[in-house]
């Protein structure tokens, strides 16, 4: 059969397409092939083609061939494009035109939590409390794919997103309407950057942007520059494609690589699989950049055919990509904006954390650390296991389920601790008695699809569980574990395997094929280690296969968060703690008391070799996806709306109509200074959207709790704020809601802030209420890397909810400043070398930013004039981080919705 393409050779009359990246090539492609002469046209060519290592401000356009969601993001885009139909329809319009342009695809992954545990129902008890909890939810993605057109949802229970795009919905090759070009995406979630290690260019979005693609809006972005990552070398024995990812993500960060692209290349990448690949450009936004790209070659259609893509369809990306210079062959000669090297001999068994993946630590440095850790964050001085005499005592009641609080010693009313010194619990739990302390690991999870979508590294975390079964050894009591692969592919080939059982044997059992803990859906810690840790005031850890530690994250209550591969995650739950040294002390003990250590129970890379050859098989792939779509019983028989137009309750505490859109007037009011400004929070460096927005738990104090107790919903059923981000009165009381957050406006540490003037301490969310009875607009200061992590769109949405009109921060993520601007908040930045501190600003001022109301360029310069409350004044300078001609329409119109939405009504 033959196909129309956009040819790249036809634009290499000078050998420049020859030099270029190969991301650019593609970026190059989707602009010859939409080229309209208006919304995509010569300038953005030649940008393209005369590409500019050293970066340029213009900007280009990008269409996306799909877009990818998730559940978390999902439902408030659904709820989104929903509301916006609405509008068109009270406006007395055609709501069917409101629809998506190009297929998009949600996969349900976010929502399952591990509530149950270690046995052989915890899969089916965990599937059940979803349903119950997320049924309305379902319900409009149910309602979404028979009211909207090129709109697939991926039911519960079938996958993670990023590991079913990777080994189901990548083409690399799309053929649509007598077309063949790249498949390209973009996502609702910031490691949509995965699927780049199948040679497919997408990246995370936020909900907004994603939407606004949904509806045919070319994404405009700044024209990138690339980055060369060059891999020499091959991983040593004993490493593993997690420990290499965790040195990339501290090498790329250190380095900058914010809003960058990274493209590997050198001869390494001969011995990196496609999973080994997808490992690395899965972190891309812990490194920062974009995307991190990985060519087509000879591993990919190695990999398509392992994961039963057809031949016919492997032929045809293998012949478009050599014929439309798309296809590595390692000898090219690209021009790259820098190049940064690795070799790949150098690489050693690594963690990250405690809070932040790109803080590598080598696995024989992890004790000492731990040590400093606990001094430094904590205030309290590490004492050896050996050497711990005083702590507190935790005493199984008469029930068998109630605790009592005794001391070692005499009295029974007095727990013993010292001020500032390591603390320890004792336990006595069902006739079994065991310590707890700082730094003892309470939560073990193999999760994420970083690694479970590695069949190397879930092998060989089953040989681990082999041998150490082997040897006699278990997990510790304390240890809560879990397995949550990314797809059934994976519990297939662990089955055929036979080390299933073995990581059963383990407490590994399957929770559910979802996020969960790299997620913050780790469920309720078992309610004596609970108390233990709450009592106690432990700082306790988690080690889990994921790439997300933020603060409170992975559980509220715990306080170290370790990164590591599946393996040493298997390793760290048998030893309980991580203040240890795994290369020189016993992780435990066999049956006749002789110690066992980490070299005893790793498998080498051949044996792991050895059961991937009989384990994986392409008809694994067939059986699982060729029901992709179809979902399990609970799914089939959910009973949803149907029609054009969604059914809005108003007595749903999940799905609201979304207040952004409603009434909209014809034309935007005209941009306008802001003057009288009050600071909401003034906040340090790395403040993640998880600050932001977070997406776990919430107490039924905070503002969140209250309001749905006040509606009538029970504590249990509470869920979490990533599965409520349908209902915006939830979520804007739990915007900056984060119980690690740090305001220094605030004494207490959580979400709160001082209403000033009256200088009274309160929840972020209450002050914001009471600052709009006075019509006082709100802004925020911020430090280095404002807006880190996931592409969250309600921490944007959220923002401007509460009244916040601009942020002024050091330095942004990509994604989140781009949500802001998204969503008509104003991002500035301080000028080079200037922050709060450094200008004498404490948060108490009032802020007046001038230069709006008379006209906005792209980086244009505004004047902010801070007050404080002696009538002193300090003066500043702040760039405008409206970055292009089409953001600020974006911003002018209160965000890029509500510019899509007016020009088709203008339009229609």
Same mark, same amino acid.
């Given at each position: 059969?033959?196909?129309?393409? $956009? ?24 602009? *010859? ?48 494009? $929903? ?30 939590? !591990? ?62 309407? @007598? ?19 199948? /040679? ?17 809006? #070319? ?16 991983? #040593?024995?004993? =490493? ?31 011995? %990196? ?15 920062? &950049? ?5 060519? *087509? ?23 478009? &990509? ?26 050693? #068994? ?20 731990? @040590? ?33 609080? +005794? ?29 707890? +302390?700082?730094?003892? *690991? ?16 879930? *092998?060989?975390?089953?040989?681990? $569980? ?6 006699? %050894? ?11 692969? /990314? ?18 044997? %383990? ?12 997620? /913050?859906?780790?469920? #309720? ?7 233990? !840790? ?10 889990? +296969? ?23 995650? !298997? ?65 089939? +028989? ?8 969604? $059914? ?62 006040d509606n009538g919903v029970g504590r249990a059923m509470f869920n979490s704020y990533g599965s409520r981000r349908g209902n915006h009165e939830v979520m804007m009381r739990g915007t900056f809601a984060n119980v690690r957050i740090k305001n220094q406006l605030s004494p207490k540490e959580g979400g709160y802030t001082n209403y000033l003037p009256q200088d009274i301490i309160m929840p972020v969310y209450d002050a914001a209420q009471e600052y709009a009875k006075t019509d006082t607009p709100l802004v925020v200061l911020a430090g280095k890397e404002y807006g880190s992590g996931s592409s969250r769109d309600w921490a944007a949405k959220g923002t401007t909810l509460l009244g916040i009109k601009a942020v002024i921060a050091e330095s942004y993520e990509r994604i989140h400043r781009s949500n802001l601007v998204g969503m008509g908040v104003l991002p500035l930045e301080f000028e080079s070398g200037k922050t709060s501190e450094s200008l004498g600003l404490d948060g108490t001022e009032t802020f007046d930013?001038? /230069? ?20 002193? =004044? ?35």
């Amino acid at each position: 059969m033959s196909y129309k393409i $956009a040819s790249l050779k036809e634009h290499n009359e000078n050998g420049q397409v020859d030099k270029l990246p190969f991301s650019i090539r593609i970026l190059l492609e989707n602009v *010859i092939r939409n080229h309209d002469g208006f919304a995509i046209n010569d300038q953005h060519l030649d940008t393209l083609r005369n590409w500019n290592p050293a970066g340029t401000t213009n900007e280009v356009p990008y269409k996306p061939a799909r877009v990818l969601m998730q559940d978390f993001t999902g439902v408030p885009a659904v709820v989104d494009v $929903a509301s916006i139909r609405s509008e068109v329809i009270r406006k007395g319009k055609d709501g069917s035109k409101i629809n998506p342009a190009i297929p998009v695809d949600l996969v349900v992954d976010h929502s399952v939590q !591990v509530d149950f545990f270690g046995t052989s129902y915890a899969y089916s008890k965990n599937v059940e409390y979803e349903y119950n909890r997320n049924k309305e939810r379902y319900q409009l993605l149910k309602w979404g794919q028979q009211a909207f057109d090129n709109f697939t949802v991926v039911p519960p229970g079938m996958g993670i997103c990023h590991q079913v795009n990777l080994e189901y919905l990548a083409q690399g090759v799309i053929e649509r309407e @007598g077309w063949a070009f790249p498949d390209t995406l973009v996502g609702t979630d910031s490691h949509t950057p995965m699927v780049n290690g199948i /040679g497919v260019v997408g990246w995370g979005v936020g909900g907004i942007e994603a939407e606004a693609a949904i509806l045919g809006q #070319p994404i405009y972005f700044t024209c990138p520059q690339v980055i060369g990552l060059k891999l020499k070398g091959k991983l #040593p024995k004993g =490493t593993t494609a997690t420990d290499m990812v965790l040195g990339i993500t501290q090498l790329l960060r250190e380095y900058g690589v914010v809003g960058k692209f990274v493209e590997v290349f050198g001869e390494g990448l001969d011995h %990196l699989t496609v999973p080994d690949r997808a490992t690395i450009s899965n972190m891309s936004p812990e490194f920062g &950049c974009t995307v991190t790209y990985f060519p *087509i070659d000879g591993q990919t259609l190695d990999y398509m055919k392992r994961t039963n893509r057809s031949q016919e369809h492997i032929d045809l990306v293998e012949e478009y &990509c050599k014929s439309n210079m798309l296809w590595r062959t390692g000898n090219e000669e690209i021009t790259y904006s820098d190049v940064v090297e690795l070799d790949l001999s150098s690489i050693e #068994p690594a963690v990250s954390g405690p809070k932040r993946p790109q803080d590598k630590i080598f696995v024989k440095d992890l004790k000492e650390k731990f @040590g400093h850790l606990l001094k430094d964050e904590f205030k309290r001085q590490y004492i050896p296991a050996s050497e711990r005499t005083e702590c507190a005592w935790l005493s199984e009641g008469g029930s068998g389920t109630q605790f009592t609080w +005794s001391s070692a010693h005499d009295d029974p009313n007095t727990v013993v601790m010292k001020e500032n010194s390591l603390k320890t619990v004792k336990i006595k739990k069902n006739n079994e008695e065991f310590t707890l +302390s700082d730094g003892s *690991i309470v939560i073990a999870a193999i999760t994420s699809c970083t690694n479970t979508s590695n069949p190397s590294v879930m *092998i060989g975390a089953g040989l681990v $569980a082999r041998k150490a079964v082997e040897k006699g %050894l278990d997990v510790k009591p304390w240890v809560k574990t879990s397995l949550a692969p /990314g797809s059934k592919v994976v519990t297939d080939y662990l089955e055929r395997s036979g080390l299933l059982p073995d990581l059963e044997a %383990l407490r590994f059992h399957t929770v559910g094929y979802g996020c969960t803990s790299c997620i /913050g859906n780790s469920g #309720p810690l078992p309610p004596h280690i609970d108390e233990a !840790v709450t009592k106690g005031e432990l700082v306790v850890s988690s080690v889990l +296969s994921g790439n997300r530690n933020f603060e409170a994250r992975v559980h509220p209550k715990v306080k170290m968060n370790f990164l590591a591969s599946p393996m040493l995650v !298997v390793v760290y739950a048998l030893a309980g703690r991580t203040d240890i040294n795994l290369f020189e002390e016993p992780i435990g003990y066999d049956p006749n008391g002789q110690e066992v250590f980490m070299k005893d129970i790793w498998p080498t890379q051949e044996e792991i070799n050895d059961i991937m050859l009989e384990a994986l098989k392409p008809e694994d792939f067939e059986k699982a996806y060729s029901v992709i779509f179809d979902g399990e019983e609970q799914w089939k +028989s959910l009973e949803a709306p149907e029609g054009e137009n969604y $059914a809005w309750s108003d007595e749903s505490t999940y799905i609201k109509e979304a207040p952004f859109f409603q009434d909209i007037s014809d034309d935007p009011e005209e941009a306008k200074d802001i003057n009288g400004a009050r600071v909401l929070l003034k906040l340090g460096d790395s403040v993640t959207t998880d600050h932001i927005s977070p997406a776990g738990s919430f107490a039924t104090d905070s503002p969140a709790g209250q309001y749905l107790t006040d509606n009538g919903v029970g504590r249990a059923m509470f869920n979490s704020y990533g599965s409520r981000r349908g209902n915006h009165e939830v979520m804007m009381r739990g915007t900056f809601a984060n119980v690690r957050i740090k305001n220094q406006l605030s004494p207490k540490e959580g979400g709160y802030t001082n209403y000033l003037p009256q200088d009274i301490i309160m929840p972020v969310y209450d002050a914001a209420q009471e600052y709009a009875k006075t019509d006082t607009p709100l802004v925020v200061l911020a430090g280095k890397e404002y807006g880190s992590g996931s592409s969250r769109d309600w921490a944007a949405k959220g923002t401007t909810l509460l009244g916040i009109k601009a942020v002024i921060a050091e330095s942004y993520e990509r994604i989140h400043r781009s949500n802001l601007v998204g969503m008509g908040v104003l991002p500035l930045e301080f000028e080079s070398g200037k922050t709060s501190e450094s200008l004498g600003l404490d948060g108490t001022e009032t802020f007046d930013i001038s /230069g709006i109301s008379e006209g906005l360029e792209p980086g244009k310069v505004l004047t902010v004039k801070a007050t404080k409350s002696d009538g002193s =004044t300090i003066e500043f300078k702040a760039v405008c981080r409206l970055d292009s001609g089409i953001e600020i329409e974006y911003y002018v119109n209160g965000g890029i919705l509500h510019y899509v939405l007016r020009q088709f009504l203008k339009n229609n």
